[in-house]
């Protein structure tokens, strides 16, 4: 079976949480035998054509990218129109509105289903403009995938009665096969910490959801050190807030290679997720410290952050925006080693039970074959 992936970017342009999350999905599934396609823009695609282990990456211009939403050209269309016609199933992402319009433009036969990553939080103005069109395109879904029960009912889109009977709910896993089995420890060395000295681990794009400017805060009282890893939109503003604050202990470590993330993961006594808005709708970084069997603090934003993190049971999950809240849960673990252990073996079973690669792939494999087999059926009916 042949499906199509569809996002605005894609690797080998630098990673977010949603472009792990679809490589996850394309190596489960092509483990189980799918062939996978993905179809995405970059501001500079060298190649339009690049094999990767998950499958072919297919890439035209991004001319320009208005609110975060990646437009192409003729070519684009050109593109895409052709690898619909290879595809089997079509698999969107959303949100990207200019997907929308591939869609509406392609009119494909064949079925397709949407994962509904997240809500349009920050561009309400425009998301009301682009409400029909995003309508229309939820309404000719065979199925919508959300990735977490809790945001499969908190969705004000999701929770539309005219859709609600074509959601079911996937959780974002993480294929362990995927990692290298050794990390580059030179990370440590670089960021001066100690061999065996205990400190706390944010690994993300710095965006203003994240609510790093309050794990700037919260780092004041807590006796260890707080790595930040990641690039992005807050980064400069974060370094002045820390450098003003006197927060010495917050170590910037930039742009990480994955060696150098599963390094910093198996030496950290926690990862800490701090977002605080809704705008954080699953936290990829959350799986990878549960399959590195690490605990947790994360927010209460009613998404899927909250099903990953268990509150009690894979570690703590605070008031967001609160800084003594962070401080509190930080402090308890590192205080108390038993109890990080406890929890960190808690994480990993909850992963290898429903955020592992093999439950992704036999959900996405079942859920694939199954809209075929009723496309099929339909042709055979009409």
């Given at each position: 079976?042949?499906?199509?992936?569809?996002?605005?970017?894609?690797?080998?342009?630098?990673?977010?949480?949603?472009?792990?999350?679809?490589?996850?999905?394309?190596?489960?599934t092509?483990?189980?035998?799918i062939?996978?396609?993905?179809?995405a823009l970059?501001?500079n695609?060298?190649?339009?054509?690049?094999v990767?282990?998950e499958?072919r990456?297919?890439?035209?211009?991004?001319?320009?990218?208005?609110a975060?939403c990646?437009l192409?050209?003729?070519?684009?269309?050109?593109?895409?129109?052709?690898?619909?016609?290879?595809?089997?199933?079509?698999?969107?992402?959303?949100?990207w509105?200019?997907?929308d319009?591939?869609?509406?433009?392609?009119r494909?036969k064949?079925p397709a289903?949407?994962?509904?990553?997240?809500d349009?939080?920050?561009?309400?103005?425009?998301?009301?403009?682009?409400?029909?069109?995003?309508?229309?395109?939820?309404?000719?879904?065979?199925?919508?995938?959300?990735?977490?029960p809790?945001?499969?009912?908190?969705s004000?889109?999701?929770?539309?009665p005219?859709?609600r009977?074509?959601?079911?709910?996937?959780p974002l896993?993480?294929?362990?096969s995927?990692?290298?089995?050794?990390?580059?420890?030179?990370?440590?060395?670089?960021?001066?910490?100690?061999?065996?000295?205990?400190?706390?681990?944010?690994?993300?794009?710095?965006?203003?959801?994240?609510?790093?400017?309050?794990?700037?805060?919260?780092?004041?009282?807590?006796?260890?050190h707080?790595?930040?890893?990641g690039?992005?939109?807050?980064?400069?503003?974060?370094r002045?807030?820390?450098?003003?604050?006197?927060?010495g202990?917050?170590?910037?470590?930039g742009?990480?290679?994955?060696?150098?993330?599963?390094?910093?993961?198996?030496?950290?006594?926690?990862?800490v997720?701090p977002?605080?808005?809704?705008?954080?709708a699953y936290?990829?970084?959350?799986?990878?410290?549960?399959?590195?069997?690490?605990?947790?603090?994360?927010?209460?934003?009613?998404?899927?952050?909250?099903?990953v993190n268990?509150?009690?049971?894979?570690?703590f999950?605070?008031?967001?925006?609160?800084?003594?809240?962070?401080?509190?849960?930080?402090?308890?673990?590192l205080?108390?080693?038993?109890l990080?252990?406890?929890?960190?073996?808690?994480a990993r079973?909850?992963?290898q039970?429903?955020l592992?690669?093999?439950?992704?792939?036999?959900?996405?494999v079942d859920?694939?074959?199954?809209?075929?087999?009723?496309?099929?059926?339909?042709?055979n009916?009409?």
């Amino acid at each position: 079976m042949r499906v199509l992936h569809v996002y605005r970017t894609y690797y080998p342009d630098p990673p977010g949480g949603l472009q792990e999350a679809i490589r996850q999905i394309a190596l489960a599934t092509t483990r189980k035998g799918i062939e996978n396609r993905i179809f995405a823009l970059s501001i500079n695609p060298a190649r339009s054509e690049i094999v990767r282990q998950e499958g072919r990456v297919f890439r035209s211009k991004s001319w320009i990218a208005p609110a975060s939403c990646d437009l192409g050209g003729a070519e684009a269309f050109r593109m895409f129109v052709g690898l619909v016609k290879w595809a089997d199933v079509l698999h969107y992402h959303y949100p990207w509105p200019f997907a929308d319009l591939l869609h509406a433009v392609a009119r494909p036969k064949q079925p397709a289903v949407i994962t509904y990553h997240s809500d349009i939080v920050r561009q309400r103005r425009l998301g009301q403009v682009y409400r029909p069109l995003m309508m229309h395109t939820l309404k000719s879904m065979a199925a919508i995938v959300a990735t977490s029960p809790m945001y499969a009912q908190t969705s004000p889109v999701l929770s539309e009665p005219i859709l609600r009977e074509r959601v079911c709910v996937i959780p974002l896993g993480v294929d362990e096969s995927s990692y290298p089995r050794a990390g580059d420890e030179t990370v440590l060395k670089r960021l001066g910490l100690g061999e065996a000295e205990p400190f706390f681990l944010f690994i993300g794009v710095l965006r203003y959801y994240k609510g790093l400017h309050v794990l700037i805060k919260a780092a004041e009282p807590v006796r260890a050190h707080v790595v930040i890893a990641g690039s992005g939109p807050e980064e400069s503003k974060l370094r002045i807030q820390a450098q003003a604050e006197g927060a010495g202990n917050i170590l910037f470590a930039g742009q990480i290679s994955v060696a150098e993330k599963v390094a910093l993961l198996r030496r950290c006594r926690a990862v800490v997720l701090p977002s605080h808005l809704r705008s954080e709708a699953y936290g990829m970084v959350l799986v990878e410290a549960a399959m590195f069997a690490k605990p947790m603090i994360s927010c209460e934003i009613g998404t899927g952050t909250s099903y990953v993190n268990k509150d009690g049971e894979t570690g703590f999950v605070v008031a967001p925006g609160s800084p003594p809240a962070l401080a509190s849960a930080m402090t308890r673990l590192l205080s108390d080693q038993a109890l990080a252990n406890r929890l960190g073996q808690k994480a990993r079973q909850r992963y290898q039970q429903l955020l592992s690669g093999n439950a992704l792939g036999t959900a996405y494999v079942d859920l694939y074959r199954r809209l075929a087999r009723s496309f099929i059926g339909g042709l055979n009916t009409a």
